[in-house]
């Protein structure tokens, strides 16, 4: 019995991966699909993960494969986030990383981050191996086990620095993440009762 080729539509819903990225990768010569009768594409899977785990070949490639993630919640937290990348890069440094910098002044509750975007989108291209934070909360307030189980699904290691940040600094920044959280909330409610008025 032959192997299941992949469509467009199951690549994009097993791997996160767009049209646009597979044509692309097929300009490039890094993907052959096979053409139906009626001329749609399909891929076979060892194709796709295969490029998806290139980031095993980068040894003679200068690029980076590695992101550190820092991030803060607000603008006055400027100097710890400097503080931060400081620290992360000396812990790639020492342990022998190619690094990229990808950092942010973002609420932890804010879902439409960029660098945690570009971060996500950069890993779903299958552009990086590994990424190194140094608490789980400068990744994401709620919802980082789901973030982590995304990463590996991409095959990438998820290196947390430090285990537990400290209480004094956490509880600050939570209290001004769960502020953040309120007025958002209390915008759309009013939002919508004053559309209702009208």
Known sequence: MGQKLLTIKNIKEAYG???TT?????????LSPIRTPGGQRRYRKEDIEKILQL?????DNPKADTVIYARVSTKKQEEYLKNQIKRLEKYA???????????????????????LRKLLNKIKRGEVKTVIIEYPDRLARF???YL???????????IVVNGKEE???LNKELAE??????TSFSARIYGARGGKKK
Do not use: H, P, Q
């Open 17 to 19: 991966i767009s049209r």
């Open 93 to 115: 440094k020492e342990n022998g990383y190619s690094y990229e910098i990808i950092s942010e002044i973002a609420s932890g509750v804010n879902e439409k981050r960029r660098g």
């Open 55 to 59: 980031t095993d070949k980068k040894e």
């Open 143 to 145: 919802g980082y086990e």
């Open 167 to 169: 209480t004094e600094y």
């Open 177 to 182: 993440d769960l502020i953040a959280i309120v």
């Open 22 to 30: 597979l044509i692309n990768w097929e300009k490039k010569g890094l």
């Open 148 to 158: 982590k189980f995304f990463m590996e699904t991409f095959g990438v290691k998820l």
